[in-house]
């Protein structure tokens, strides 16, 4: 019998920054493709925003920051716009986020050294890799109506005829034949709203992202398969999270009392977007359980089920970690 494996991560990770005023400027005097040299770690600027044949000042500077051994920690996104005046943005380069070391700790170094200060988390993608496929027990759930209640974004789907809305299965094809198992997409209506993706992670990277096969290497699943179930979290939506685990109500671990900001009340993260809560904030995500469990509370968020008879609540977790229906219709 196949023991189920499950492993959380970080896939995307982009941050604010509050960028010195002359910041922009002094790196606008370098050309494309120039290395500047700080204490273990170098500013490569890649695209220095000035266009072949233009007298126009730049409003983008690109450059990635390179690290002492010649990794690439991720690139930062220098702006001077109306826009995104005085804001600065950061993408770790994804090979990065799969490694065992504290990559957050190499991002502070670098803002300090440049005199950045933490603004928000842009965006980040939360990934639950399983070993096993539970796509097919999904669409189960879903069709089951006469069994199964279907919480959507927080309201029942009471209309079983009516079209989901911000679902749909997306089935990949050649010339020839349809792909068996589709693809599955929930949304919420809002931009800022959270994005869901439950996929074929292994066929994904064969298929179309071969050089990400560190994955399967991080993941260390030897088995058929290897499924994804990937939320996009931005902004917004991660400000009530954060207002959700500093309530009354919310117990969080032991280790996590560290990163409460001294002076600012007992909270883990900010009640108003402030430096230190975020710079805090941000160190946590390197924890596993709060991953899983930032996961888990968006997952419930935007889908579970409940069984009409016993009033059993299935999430996602559940359904990802092995759950079996006692009822013969699944």
């Known amino acids: 019998m196949l023991k189920i494996r499950a492993n959380i991560n970080i896939d995307k990770m982009r941050l604010s920054f509050h960028q010195p005023t002359d910041l922009f400027n002094k790196l606008a005097e370098y050309p494309s493709d120039t290395y500047l040299n700080y204490q273990d770690f170098k500013l490569h600027i890649t695209d220095?925003?000035?266009?072949?044949?233009?007298?126009?000042?730049?409003?983008?500077?690109?450059?990635?920051?390179?690290?002492?051994?010649?990794?690439?920690?991720?690139?930062?996104?220098?702006?001077?716009?109306?826009?995104?005046?005085?804001?600065?943005?950061?993408?770790?380069?994804?090979?990065?986020?799969?490694?065992?070391?504290?990559?957050?700790?190499?991002?502070?170094?670098?803002?300090?050294?440049?005199?950045?200060?933490?603004?928000?988390?842009?965006?980040?993608?939360?990934a639950l890799d399983i070993n096993t496929n539970p796509v097919p027990l999904i669409r189960k759930l879903i069709k089951n109506h006469m069994e199964y209640d279907m919480i959507y974004n927080g309201k029942k789907v009471t209309d079983s005829n009516r079209k989901i809305e911000s679902y749909c299965e997306i089935y990949g094809r050649s010339r020839e034949k349809l792909d068996k198992m589709p693809t599955l997409i929930f949304g919420q209506k809002k931009e800022t709203g959270l994005e869901m993706k439950v996929y074929n992670k292994r066929r994904e990277i064969l298929e179309e992202s071969p050089k990400k096969s560190y994955i399967e290497g991080w993941n260390g699943f030897k088995g058929k398969y290897m499924y994804r179930l990937e939320i996009v979290v931005k902004w917004e939506e991660f400000k009530k999270w954060l207002k959700y685990i500093n309530s009354k109500d919310f117990n969080y671990q032991e280790e996590w009392k560290r990163f409460i900001s001294s002076g600012k009340g007992e909270h883990i993260a900010p009640s108003e977007p402030h430096h230190e809560y975020i710079g805090r904030t941000i160190d946590l995500l390197e924890y596993d359980h709060y991953k899983a469990m930032l996961w888990l509370y968006c997952a419930n968020r935007m889908l579970y089920f409940r069984n009409k008879r016993t009033d059993e609540k299935i999430d996602l977790a559940d359904i990802a970690l092995g759950w079996k229906a006692k009822d013969a219709g699944l």
């Open 48 to 126: 220095n925003g000035r266009k072949e044949g233009s007298s126009k000042e730049p409003t983008k500077i690109i450059a990635d920051v390179v690290l002492a051994d010649n990794r690439v920690l991720g690139e930062f996104a220098f702006n001077d716009s109306a826009k995104y005046e005085g804001l600065c943005f950061f993408s770790f380069r994804n090979e990065l986020l799969y490694t065992s070391e504290s990559i957050v700790a190499y991002l502070d170094y670098v803002a300090n050294a440049l005199g950045l200060e933490y603004k928000s988390i842009t965006e980040i993608e939360l």
